[in-house]
């Protein structure tokens, strides 16, 4: 059935007052029928009950993917060989209420950490600081990520050492760029003049790698727990989110994880022709099958959830871009790239290609009933924000005809709506568990272990004895067994004074 006859078969569906809108995928029911059933026989629901259940869905790792009972906050019990997790996970709450009453003139707040251990924090950050009339501390949160010391620079630039407090996130604690990031913040203190004392005050670290933490200098009171059953990218509703915490406030860091036990509870209860993450899987399942797409776009009209594509990326593409099944055996289909930015921004760089590139590219719009600011303009401006992604949505969908080929908009291209009736810490919750949930979908339906990243050990193992031959200076640098004639060469270029 083409795009254009769905504009008559509207599908829609919600939870939690979050609307899904798949009219425009150009699926019509047989089509979702035959989705379901497959998705059905391949396992699904057992997956899902597995999950939840922490059974060792991460099979080569051998070990759950629990990151749902940090957002229990009913806390039914959760058991891992047998042991119920949820006490350990309440008192990590516990701990992180107290330390946001704890913390007082506290003017900057250093968050090193990167990938899994930034992205979250670092979207909820920036997400909330937009929720009109939002109760902030006002803290300076920098994010300290990359090995490039630009960031640093200018974050030690800002920030006052004695008012200063820093949060070392990394599940591993072995990260390069964390932990070296960590060392230069340590010798800023010191260099600044501060007391073993107040080192010790300024220095808190969040990671399942306790006795690294410990070794680097951090006191076991300011050490954060958390377990090798939560994934890296899936750890923002642990202590890795201190930050909404330490912000917002605890209430609103409840909220978060709310929004997420709310979208979890609908996820492990709702059956597959209502669920939505399940849905938002098959839909791009279909896109693959149908169009075979390689790439896909999440534009949020929202200004707040700029970094969500970012985040997304992560997600998506650690979790489930790969190109074998948990036996090891080639996969005909896995992630496709995601990329995406806010709209309508993103309107005016990328969207040329979408209407009339060969490519067809499915879109996940994402929009928020109500305006994002108390401003006087923001009902008005909010009206053309929602009239500009509905308008995109239909264009791509139906097309256009022209005389001129140049004015042809082929349409049939395919896009979700996702809905929100407001963003605040519980839609924002619920926004990543929504996508969290439809990866691990995803991951089941490819028969993909979505839960390790092999792919991402090897660049890292290179690149020690290159930063060696780099350390050298020389520019005589041969080939060998760890370095190719195209890197030695490189190696040299860099390495002579012109
Ligand atoms: O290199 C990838 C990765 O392992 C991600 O999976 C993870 O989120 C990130 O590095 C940071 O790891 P850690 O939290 O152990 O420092």
Same mark, same amino acid.
């Given at each position: ?73 009913? $806390?039914?019990?959760?058991? *891992? ?11 990590? /709450? ?8 704890? /913390? ?51 974050? =030690? ?31 800023? +203190? ?9 080192? !010790? ?14 070794? +680097? ?9 958390? /377990? ?8 923002? /509703? ?15 860091? $409840? ?130 924000? =929602? ?37 605040? !810490? +519980? ?20 028969? *993909? ?14 690149? $020690? ?27 040299? =270029? ?5």
């Amino acid at each position: 059935m083409s795009v254009q006859a769905q504009l008559t078969a509207r599908s829609i569906h919600s939870a939690i007052n979050v609307v899904l809108d798949t009219s425009y995928q150009g699926i019509d029911e047989g089509d979702w029928r035959k989705l379901f059933t497959s998705a059905r026989k391949s396992g699904l629901e057992q997956y899902i009950e597995d999950m939840f259940a922490g059974k060792h869905i991460n099979s080569s790792e051998d070990r759950p993917a629990l990151h749902s009972a940090l957002r229990n906050l009913t $806390k039914t019990p959760v058991l *891992i060989n047998g042991v119920d997790v949820m006490p350990e996970v309440a008192e990590v /709450w516990h701990r992180i209420e107290a330390l946001c009453n704890q /913390w007082v003139d506290v003017a900057d707040v250093i968050h090193i950490g990167i990938g899994g251990s930034d992205f979250g924090p670092r979207l909820a950050i920036e997400a909330l600081a937009h929720v009109p009339g939002i109760e902030s501390r006002g803290m300076r949160m920098h994010f300290l990520a990359n090995i490039d010391t630009a960031e640093l620079a200018r974050i =030690l630039g800002r920030a006052q050492p004695y008012s200063t407090r820093v949060i070392i996130v990394s599940k591993s604690f072995t990260t390069l760029e964390t932990t070296m990031n960590a060392k230069a913040v340590l010798a800023w +203190f010191q260099e600044s003049g501060c007391s073993k004392s107040q080192i !010790a005050n300024a220095l808190y670290a969040v990671t399942t790698n306790i006795p690294a933490a410990k070794e +680097f200098g951090v006191s076991e009171e300011n050490i954060f727990p958390f /377990w090798d059953w939560v994934g890296g990218r899936y750890s923002v /509703w642990s202590a890795v989110g201190l930050p909404i915490a330490l912000q917002y406030g605890f209430d609103t860091f $409840k909220q978060f994880l709310a929004g997420a036990e709310a979208i979890d509870l609908h996820f492990k209860n709702t059956r597959l022709e209502e669920n939505l993450p399940v849905i938002m899987a098959l839909s791009l399942l279909y896109q693959q099958e149908q169009n075979d797409i390689k790439a896909y776009a999440a534009i949020p009209y929202a200004d707040a959830l700029d970094w969500f594509p970012k985040w997304l990326q992560q997600l998506d593409m650690e979790s489930n871009g790969k190109s074998v099944d948990r036996a090891g055996k080639p996969v005909k289909h896995s992630s496709p790239v995601v990329f995406g930015s806010a709209g309508s921004n993103a309107q005016h760089s990328y969207f040329q290609l979408f209407h009339q590139g060969t490519e067809i590219i499915p879109i996940d719009f994402i929009a928020v009933r109500e305006p994002m600011s108390d401003r006087p303009e923001a009902v008005a401006h909010h009206r053309i924000l =929602l009239a500009n992604c509905l308008a995109q949505a239909q264009a791509l969908a139906n097309g256009k005809t022209a005389e001129n080929p140049n004015d042809v908009y082929p349409g049939k291209r395919p896009s979700n709506l996702l809905l929100l009736p407001k963003l605040n !810490a +519980f839609y924002l919750g619920a926004l990543l568990a929504l996508y969290e949930n439809r990866t691990a979908t995803l991951g089941a339906l490819w028969n *993909i272990n979505s839960f390790d990243q092999p792919g991402v050990e090897y660049g890292k193992v290179l690149a $020690k004895p290159i930063e060696k031959a780099l350390a050298t200076h020389q520019n005589d640098i041969q080939a060998s067994a760890d370095i190719d004639a195209v890197t030695a060469a490189r190696i040299n =270029l860099l390495n002579s004074k012109n």
